[in-house]
């Protein structure tokens, strides 16, 4: 499989990029009469996992058409890169492309659906494991470097596509996040992908397609991704 981290889906539908950062803590409300504030060492702790989780668990983690409703379909995961498929008027995603045999998780499971009878109405899910610190550091370059391509081409034979990128608002879930819209114009006419990665511990969820419907359904992934 030739999927890192979403980035050869640079032809059918393409990528996004957000802001990496903490979630902000939350107040402990106060106690009330007869209680006593939990402290630290009053509540039990899971250790974080480090290790990658197997492909098995990833699988169980992915959405379902049970998750999503009767007008979903699931279909077969796509991937749209080919050998001569070529990115160029960026350096900074050319280098990260060529990058990509040396940024592959250790495990990866995928799902594709399609809402309704629309192609273009389309819902992607990966879901990648490695280390926390592999992770981090792979999602950060890859955000760095959306940000320093506000607009590249991609090439794939003889055809030409150029693609604009936009950072977009990405709710605050997770130890790290981004989120990027990409307008492009193709064969089909103009189409807009957006793309939200979130870093939980050793998991990143990937939720790409159609704007609406990663809004619509972006924190019932990471729910169930991340409910371990």
């Known amino acids: 499989m030739t999927s890192t981290w979403g980035l ?17 803590p939350g107040a402990t409300p106060p106690a009330g009469p007869g209680e006593r504030t939990a402290t630290s060492a009053d509540k039990p702790t899971t250790p974080a996992p480090t ?13 379902t058409t049970d998750d999503l409703g009767s007008d979903y379909t699931a279909e077969p995961s796509k991937d749209d890169a080919k050998d001569d498929d070529a ?27 399609m809402y309704g009878s629309d192609p273009r109405s389309t819902l992607e899910e990966e879901l990648d494991s490695d280390s926390p610190a592999q992770l981090s550091a792979v999602l950060r370059e890859v955000r760095d470097t959306y940000r320093a391509c506000p ?17 977009a608002v990405v709710p605050e879930l997770g130890d ?16 807009e992908v957006k793309r939200v990665a979130v870093r939980k511990d050793n998991i990143t ?20 991704a991340t409910a371990r």
Not at 8 to 24: D, E, F, M, N, Q
């Open 87 to 113: 990115v160029s008027g960026c350096p900074a995603m050319e280098r990260l492309v060529a990058r990509i045999p040396r940024l592959q998780p250790v495990n990866q499971a995928e799902v594709w659906f």
């Open 51 to 63: 290790k990658p989780a197997r492909v098995a668990e990833l699988r169980r983690l992915l959405l």
């Open 176 to 191: 790290e996040r981004y989120a990027f819209t990409s307008t492009f114009v193709g064969p089909g006419g103009p189409s």
């Open 205 to 224: 969820l990937f939720l790409s397609g159609s704007p609406a419907l990663v809004d619509k359904h972006l924190k019932k992934a990471f729910e169930k």
């Open 8 to 24: 050869p889906i640079l032809v059918g539908a393409l990528v996004a990029t957000s802001a990496c950062g903490g979630r902000s």
């Open 151 to 167: 607009s590249y081409t991609v090439t794939s034979g003889t055809t030409a596509v150029r693609i604009t990128l936009a950072e």
